[in-house]
């Protein structure tokens, strides 16, 4: 029962405080959960965990208000423990979020649409550059070149980012089709690493593979699976000095998969690792190696992973220098 509203409360949802003092908390509204629009009142798993945990929930919900109106709240919720450790009171704020999501969808579709429109021209600069390049040597002189192989160079990582820019927006405005099928992961991995391999003989990497020899097929979306393992080796080119070690390790346990990504770069600090995934964030290491960079790699990770629904995490290895990235494919993607 509610014992207690503030004006914000019962104006968010639409009663007045005597309408809210004593009433269920279905009164605040009909909760749905952001990501399932047709879900039930979703407090049902918010208090079963907070009760399982005794400690704090928080989660973000679309809310349908005695009026009809419909917000999304940033919903977090406490207990209040008596004495003898016994949940007495439950202490709910919600903050109205409704704008702000507004805002970034809005912000999310002009990304997606600009970069749609700058993908032609910028292949046409690409390739015009690339045509000039091929012209023998005496046809043009070294400056020259060289502001050609800068244009190459540069609409090449232009057109990276605006790969990572629509590859993020169409995740977050839900747009990212999941197409299921059948793939051998041990073919996969071995045909990523090779295609690879010309960036791997640039740094005189040694690259080492892994796989268990009874790895199951998997049932999964291969081109989030693309966006994830491409990333992490990516990071693990760009971030692994000259003659260093790549690993990638696949190995089948108890009903599920684990792939490892490892190699011998730079450690990131523990103060930075639980903001490694979040969006535009690049470690202090990161840029003084590679100034450029938009810190969408990881975070375009974290978003596939979270759209397909499996785990990924990072581990700083212990015995030597660098990092080891996971992605955990749970039992419902293999088949057996």
């Known amino acids: 029962k509610i014992v207690y509203a503030n004006k914000m409360a019962c104006i968010m949802a639409g009663c007045s405080p005597d309408e809210m003092i004593g009433q269920e908390m279905s009164v605040w509204g009909r909760l749905v959960e952001k990501k399932d629009y ?64 507004e805002v970034d969808r809005a912000k999310t579709e002009f990304v997606s649409l600009a970069s749609h429109e700058l993908r032609t021209p910028l292949a046409t600069i690409s390739l015009a550059a690339e045509l000039l390049l091929r012209y023998p040597n005496d046809r043009m002189d070294d400056q020259q070149r060289e502001c050609l192989l800068e244009i190459f160079n540069s609409t090449k990582k232009m057109s990276t980012l605006i790969t990572d820019l629509l590859n993020v927006s169409r995740i977050e405005m839900g747009t990212f089709n999941i197409i299921k099928e059948e793939i051998d992961l041990k073919k996969y991995l071995d045909t990523v690493l090779d295609n690879l391999k010309s960036q791997f003989i640039r740094k005189n990497l040694s690259v080492k593979r ?104 990072f581990e700083p290895n212990n015995k030597i220098q660098g990092a080891t990235f996971y992605i955990s494919i749970p039992a419902k993607f293999l088949r057996l």
């Open 210 to 313: 892994q796989f268990d020899h009874n790895l199951p097929t998997i049932y999964f979306d291969k081109n989030a699976l693309n966006l994830i393992i491409d990333n992490l080796l990516s990071n693990a080119i760009q971030y692994t000095p000259v003659n260093g070690f790549v690993t990638v390790h696949a190995h089948y346990r108890k009903s599920h998969i684990v792939i490892e990504v490892s190699d011998t770069g730079f450690s990131v600090p523990l103060e930075e690792v639980d903001k490694l995934f979040f969006k535009h964030f690049r470690s202090k290491d990161a840029r003084e190696i590679t100034p450029e960079g938009e810190g969408l790699g990881l975070y375009i990770v974290k978003l596939a992973a979270n759209r397909t629904g499996v785990k990924v995490w």
């Open 38 to 101: 047709s879900a039930s009142i979703p407090f049902e798993k918010a208090w079963k965990k907070i009760k399982k945990i005794k400690g704090y929930y928080e989660g973000e919900l679309i809310n349908q208000n005695k009026n009809g109106v419909t917000f999304i709240t940033e919903l977090h919720l406490s207990q209040v423990l008596n004495k003898k450790n016994k949940i007495t009171f439950f202490v709910a704020t919600a903050r109205d979020v409704t704008k702000l999501r």
